[in-house]
């Protein structure tokens, strides 16, 4: 498994996590813990997707169109994932 395919699955993870379990927690349980603590690691994976995009987009010579998709999808629960597959 390649390294642009793990941190676009982390990111999802993140992602998912985030959606579905730390913000419900947040707003109907009335703890925001889950937040604190994915929030930051969802970020951090998210910004390391983006750079992981723009380094391949340039190794591999992708164009233009292929790294805005591939940035665009960064934004889309599963976006990533079918990036990485391609």
């Given at each position: 498994m390649t390294?642009?395919?793990?941190?676009a699955y982390a990111e999802v993870v993140s992602?998912?996590?985030?959606?579905?379990?730390?913000?419900p927690?947040?707003?109907?349980?009335?703890?925001?813990?889950?937040v604190r603590i994915l929030g930051p690691i969802h970020?951090?994976?998210f910004m390391l997707y983006i750079l992981?995009?723009?380094?391949?987009s340039a190794a591999e010579g992708w164009p233009f169109r292929r790294t805005a998709w591939a940035?665009?999808?960064s934004i889309l629960p599963l976006?990533?994932?079918?990036?990485?597959?391609?």
């Amino acid at each position: 498994m390649t390294f642009f395919r793990i941190i676009a699955y982390a990111e999802v993870v993140s992602y998912l996590l985030l959606l579905f379990v730390a913000v419900p927690l947040k707003y109907l349980a009335d703890n925001p813990l889950g937040v604190r603590i994915l929030g930051p690691i969802h970020g951090i994976l998210f910004m390391l997707y983006i750079l992981v995009v723009f380094r391949r987009s340039a190794a591999e010579g992708w164009p233009f169109r292929r790294t805005a998709w591939a940035l665009f999808a960064s934004i889309l629960p599963l976006g990533p994932i079918g990036v990485a597959k391609k």
